[in-house]
């Protein structure tokens, strides 16, 4: 197993300069949308899995309250990059 990084590695600090990369990638694909920062958000990522501390949700007192219908995570998760690609805005 790895070692857990002693220091955080925002990914916001990782993607400044990847316009140049995602300009080929467009042309490569013919992609319709040449601004990344259109489709991403880094820093949203980071502050989703950055935290200091744990987080653990629950749904079952929802479940309880009446509110049953739901999607499996990882359906949600690959229906979206389904469209993505669908709608040619990722290869």
Known sequence: PAD??????P???????DQAVWDDIV???QL??????????????????GRPI???TDMSKSRK?????????????FDVFEKLRHDRLIP
């Not at 309250?65 to 998760?77: C, I």
Request: aromatic content about 10%; proline content about 6%.
């Open 4 to 9: 857990f990084p002693s220091e955080p590695a």
């Open 11 to 17: 990914l916001e600090t990782q993607m400044a300069n």
């Open 27 to 29: 042309r490569e694909h």
């Open 32 to 49: 319709k949308e040449s601004d990344i920062n259109r489709l991403i958000s880094p820093w949203h990522s980071d502050a989703d899995l």
């Open 54 to 56: 744990e987080v653990v």
């Open 65 to 77: 309250l009446g509110f049953t219908a739901f999607q499996a995570s990882d359906d949600a998760f």
